[in-house]
């Protein structure tokens, strides 16, 4: 049976392409606009003493992608929760929550939301697998956006299936503050990989706290004889079994709302979820 070929439906939400000539044949360049503001957000008053309100400007992340291809490599297309974690690590580094700190991302496809990430971030870790190239992509868009990233900023190949670590990796991921990842549950195996991955990484000293979303994508099944999210029901399977059964550390796991401000430009439907992961 032939693998599928998927499409992101944010291409058809809004016109985000451009003319640009991409560097490889069948990718696309798009710019993804958001409102930046420029500080956090605090009252200023002018000499007269009336409020000066700061309007946020409009700024534009440049990304290659492609605009469909195999399930196995849906990383190199942008999904629309790396526009609801961008959104969020913007609300964070508004409030200075990022100043300082390591940021890793994991199934960073494209880079976008790791882009995000540096404008607030002392480092950031930006990694995926090493698979159908999408590292070279993501080292390609950093010189897309090399505007926006105003930290240190690395590249690195991390493989959810993969249970050894480099000792680079290893010695990075100990001194991550903050672990961030969106749109990586698509397949069971993945899932449990990911799962697995994300438990080995909460394990490693110092505490460290994860942000992860997803959206849950239903299907209609005969054995349910309804509309199911199965990848969704998946996760939350086996993260309650994890928590239950971590004897290392507790976790404290709970969902955000999805009350801070947008950003970018997207639909924030009703089936994007955000969870909070964080050890002790």
């Known amino acids: 049976m032939p693998e599928l070929t998927v499409t992101s439906e944010i291409y058809e939400e809004y016109d985000y392409q451009t003319k640009i000539k991409p560097s490889q044949d069948g990718n696309v360049i798009s710019e993804f606009p958001f409102l930046l503001p420029k500080s956090r957000n605090k009252h200023k008053f002018d000499k007269d003493d009336d409020l000066d309100v700061e309007r946020p400007h409009k700024a534009v992340i440049k990304i290659e992608h492609s605009s469909k291809t195999k399930?196995?490599?849906?990383g190199l297309q942008v999904w629309r929760g790396a526009?609801?974690?961008?959104?969020?690590?913007?609300h964070l580094g508004l409030n200075g929550e990022l100043e300082g700190k390591s940021v890793l991302e994991l199934g960073a496809g494209t880079g976008l939301t790791s882009f995000v990430a540096a404008l607030y971030a002392k480092k950031v870790i930006c990694t995926d697998i090493d698979l159908?190239?999408?590292?070279?992509?993501i080292k390609l868009n950093a010189k897309y956006n090399s505007h926006l990233i105003k930290s240190q900023f690395q590249i690195m190949p991390l493989d959810f299936t993969q249970t050894e670590w480099s000792r680079q990796l290893s010695d990075e991921i100990s001194n991550v503050d903050i672990v961030v990842a969106a749109d990586v549950i698509y397949d069971d195996d993945i899932t449990a990989a990911f799962v697995s991955t994300v438990q080995k990484i909460l394990n490693t000293r110092p505490?460290?706290?994860?942000y992860v979303v997803m959206e849950k994508r239903y299907v209609f099944t005969v054995e349910h004889m309804d509309s199911v999210a199965p990848c969704y029901e998946t996760f939350l399977t086996l993260l309650d079994k994890v928590k239950s059964e971590n004897g290392h550390s507790p976790w404290t796991v709970e969902q955000l709302p999805l009350d801070f401000p947008k950003y970018f430009t997207y639909d924030r439907v009703k089936e994007l979820v955000l969870w909070k992961i964080f050890s002790k």
């Open 71 to 74: 399930i196995a490599l849906v």
């Open 83 to 90: 526009f609801l974690l961008g959104d969020l690590l913007i």
């Open 132 to 137: 159908g190239g999408i590292l070279e992509l």
């Open 207 to 210: 505490p460290k706290v994860l």
